[in-house]
């Protein structure tokens, strides 16, 4: 792994080992910089090439610390290797992560010098990763950073792109549900099912529009009370975020940030399975043995929101729509695969899916 970094971020040894991972990081590359425009921290993460360039998003957040930002960069870098290799993706994983500091609000042209450090910050690297939208970011700002470097897709439709994925990473994670829903009850018929949609922003939002439109029963939430319009819109029922788990359905649908299955969130879940669209789910690894433990079967993320990299990946090589589609309802297929396989080996969710993409990595040696 090369690691190269700015001398000038601060950081105590302590402040370091609470916000990383505790075992070595195993990245090619971890590219560590302030954005000589923007002065905000950007990390680049390239976990492994062995399939191909690596693809991840770019993310735009607000961190406590640029640590946290290093440690989400390489959570979700390596999350996307498995997620492309998972998805049968000729690519690698890598992510990026813009650190906006607490208190710091970004207008338009700071976001704009933002992007185009982010554009130099991939040029650097000479091909390895290509990035796109991811939270906080959108093709528009996908555009300015392919202004510093051809490494970049997802750019909007009038400018010879494909557009954001988010069309595609909904119509992924209905599908795992779908896929679920047979599992677990022996019917993918979604209408008088009922779903907790914990997040409505882009995927979310759209996922609940479709859901709704099949006849499922709503309980949605968000931190942003502004979406209680979309609830309204729908028929939902709303509750405040911090009740949603609690909230007893059959499918719980996180589509907000990471971390949220957490011990105490699994031991207050009633419901049967969970499948959502939001990056890392699981708190911590043994969170996926918890849930087998109390019998709720959960749709590993990195397998069930793959429409996004799958839709970048395929349409930049000129798919076409129909082909796109089959490849996107796949999805449904494999995390079937994916639930099969866990119970006829008698492990969690998550072995069987990291079964499924460590044994494309290896072939790939």
């Known amino acids: ?38 002065g905000l921290t950007i990390i680049v993460a390239v976990h492994s090439t062995r399939l191909g360039q690596a693809l991840g998003g770019a993310r735009l957040w607000r961190y406590g610390h640029w640590t946290d930002a290093l440690a989400d960069a390489l959570r979700l870098s390596q999350a996307m290797t498995m997620k492309n290799a998972a998805a049968g993706l000729a690519r690698g994983g890598g992510k990026s992560v813009i650190a906006i500091p607490a208190g710091v609000t970004l207008d338009e042209r700071a976001t704009r010098a933002a992007m185009l450090d982010l554009g130099d910050a991939v040029e650097s690297l000479g091909g390895a990763y290509m990035t796109a939208e991811d939270v906080g970011t959108s093709a528009e700002l996908m555009a300015v950073v392919a202004e510093r470097t051809q490494h970049v897709c997802g750019l909007p439709p009038e400018q010879g792109g494909v557009g954001e994925p988010a069309d595609a990473t909904a119509a992924g994670v209905f599908a795992s549900i779908r896929a679920t829903l047979q599992h677990v009850f022996g019917s993918p018929e979604l209408e008088g099912r009922h779903f907790v949609v914990a997040g409505l922003g882009q995927v979310g939002g759209r996922l609940a529009r479709r859901l709704a439109a099949e006849g499922a029963r709503l309980t949605v939430t968000d931190v942003a009370v502004a979406k209680r319009a979309l609830a309204e819109e729908l028929g939902a029922e709303w509750v405040e975020p911090g009740a949603a788990h609690s909230v007893e359905a059959d499918v719980f649908v996180p589509c907000g940030l990471g ?107």
């Open 259 to 365: 971390g949220v299955l957490t011990p105490a969130v699994v031991d207050a879940l009633r419901v049967r399975a969970v499948v959502g669209a939001a990056n890392n789910q699981l708190a911590a690894r043994e969170i996926a043995g918890h849930l087998t433990e109390r019998r709720i079967v959960w749709a590993p993320d990195f397998v069930a929101n793959a429409g996004g990299v799958i839709y970048l990946d395929a349409a930049s090589d000129g798919a076409d729509q129909a082909a796109l589609d089959d490849r996107i309802a796949g999805i449904g297929d494999t995390v079937a695969s994916v639930l099969r396989s866990a119970d006829e080996h008698g492990t969690t969710t998550l072995a069987a899916a990291e079964r499924l993409a460590r044994a494309r990595l290896d072939a790939a040696r």
């Open 1 to 38: 792994m090369t690691i190269i970094h700015a001398p000038a971020i601060p950081a105590t040894a302590a402040e370091v080992n609470a916000a990383l991972p505790t075992e070595a990081p195993e990245h090619e590359r971890v590219l560590i910089t302030r954005g000589p425009r923007s």
